[in-house]
């Protein structure tokens, strides 16, 4: 049961999009960035978005991560155009990265760390299906 895992650090929540995704950041007015992601068939899709071109269609189903310069998060979750779960500003210190591959299945996620979560991270796992939660940081 050999298990390869990769891990990496990045050093701001931009960093990482920009290194993983091939993302163009930009930010809005009130300078956050918007990031929309979508499954599409078994993919999943990135995109940083204007919040004055959002259409009713893009707030359907989506994972949307807004985050600024000073890694300022927040994320809702939205389910058939409704709010099914929020997150709403907290300060990130550490953001990693993670691929893992086990017995023929793929994982990849990524985490983010707070003071302000003590014991606990924002974990988004991104294959093989795409959920988000608050897990418990093992020792």
Not at 65 to 94: A, Y
Not at 110 to 124: P, T
Request: aromatic share 12%.
């Amino acid at each position: 049961m050999d298990e390869k895992r990769k891990t990496e650090e990045y050093k701001s929540i931009k960093h990482l999009f920009e290194s993983n995704f091939n993302l163009d950041l930009f930010e809005d007015a009130d300078k956050i960035y918007h990031i929309f992601v979508k499954e599409k068939g078994e993919d999943i899709t990135f995109e940083c978005t204007d919040i004055n071109q959002w259409q009713e269609d893009d707030m359907k189903d989506v994972l949307m991560i807004d985050f600024d310069e000073d890694d300022i998060l927040s994320m809702q979750l939205r389910r058939n155009g409704k709010i099914d779960s929020f997150i709403n500003g907290i300060e990130i210190n550490t953001v990693i990265y993670e691929t893992i591959e086990f017995r023929d299945e793929a994982y990849e996620s990524m985490q983010f760390y707070a003071e302000g979560l003590k014991d606990h991270y924002i974990h988004i796992n991104l294959v093989p299906e795409l959920s988000y939660g608050i897990k418990l940081k093992m020792k």
